[in-house]
């Protein structure tokens, strides 16, 4: 008898160590009783669309090109959810005033843009392929136009390239363009800060070369009737480089001579791309394109998307450029599968956020608190970009409830794991009783888009996306009592 008892207890010991050796366990703190620990299941290899980042597709929608430049049907098949445009300002090189019909043009474009759950990339230039001649004060007068118009669409404006100046505006070859001139840097100087001052902080603006931006934000003294750019605005700053991986220093991106604030290294320049950040821990945005079917640096695509933390590029320009990508294969490497250079692109740029696990409460009483935790990885090559809310929903098909985390900004989710620390939020008092689904939901921030699930955030899991709701499941079986 005794034997047996031994035996049993012997038994019973090896089989609930292998029960609890297949439960899910939580990483975030100590399991309170009456809570469950869920492992989710990781998307390594799909590519689907998020909202402010990835491939941008180039059109021309102030008017000047064709009629069918504002159908994006195409944009979203192809899972894209960005748009780039060049404001052309040729005609308006000698007057002050921009017609209030191109301005009307404008806005019809935006409304368009909106219409079709995408974003838009401005970039507005007073020249194609020459070099401009347009003074500072009708810059700056224009400046003030073009952004009232782009203040009011605001939501589906996802970054400017600061454009203007130098050829195709990208600060080369023209008026004020000169970095070894000090007098030229007061100009751009106060171009930026009109930029910045008549936009919204929520805004993030790119400029062509690094050079530039060091000089704005650390070099130059505040020119003589400006004031110093706020944090916020400094944080507005990032970068766009328009000869991605041409050859060594990208067609001049990490080359600028003749420095008025003294040269460089091309190791110096290009270090101090890969060092920019925000003084909140986020990212800035930075994105571009090629420029020729000649790409020296191939090789360096990965190190140098990571390193400087790219959020968009261009897919029709270069061509050539992009069809080396889709050629190119290369061997897995960590979670990322063997692939073709042009899938890990499409599936890294910007943010992907992968949920790894989540802790909460198994049931709740209606009026009460209820608590959550979980951990999340980015998969991608920078962070989200542009502040949004995260929240937590509780949907019993009826009724939805959306409680909002706070305290936490998405915009330091940097690459590599994220911890979500334990939440606890009091649920309303009028949920009826019932099994509920719970969810984790980051609309856009605009009160104009966040009832729109093709703004929301999508996770890189199977199983957990609601393409209808806009939520990421994370349980259908929660009991509201």
Known sequence: MKK????????????TQ???AKWPKSTVGEIPIGTTSVRYIPDFTSVFPNPER?????RDVDGRGKQDDRDFSDVRAAGHTLVHSYLRLDDFKETD???????DDLQE????????????????THVWSEKPTVPESRILKHIEQLNAVISKNVDVVNHLEVGYLGKWGEWHSGLYTDLSSRADGDT???IIE??????????PIAMRYPMHIREILDELPVPEGSQPLTQIQRDRIGHHGDCFLYDEHDRGTYARLDIWFGNQTLEQQKQYTFDMSTSYGGNKIVGGETCSEKIERIDDTQNDMAMTNWTEININFWKDAIEMWKKRLLPASGNDPAESEFIRISRKLGYRLRLVDATFQKSANAGKSFTIAAKLNNDGFASIIKSRPIFLVFDNGTNRYNIELTGIDVRKWVSGSITLKQQTVTLPSNMSPGTYKLALWLPDASASLQSRPEYAVRFANNNVWDATKGYNLLSDKLIIR
């Open 4 to 15: 047996y008892i031994i035996l049993t207890l012997l038994v019973m010991s090896i089989f």
């Open 54 to 58: 990835g491939w941008h597709n180039r």
């Open 188 to 190: 751009r100087y106060r």
């Open 97 to 103: 005033i921009i017609p209030q019909s191109y301005l």
């Open 18 to 20: 292998l029960v609890y």
């Open 194 to 203: 009109r930029i910045l001052n008549t936009t919204p902080n929520s805004l």
């Open 109 to 124: 474009a935006l409304d368009a843009i909106r219409a079709d759950g995408l974003k838009i990339i401005l970039r507005p």
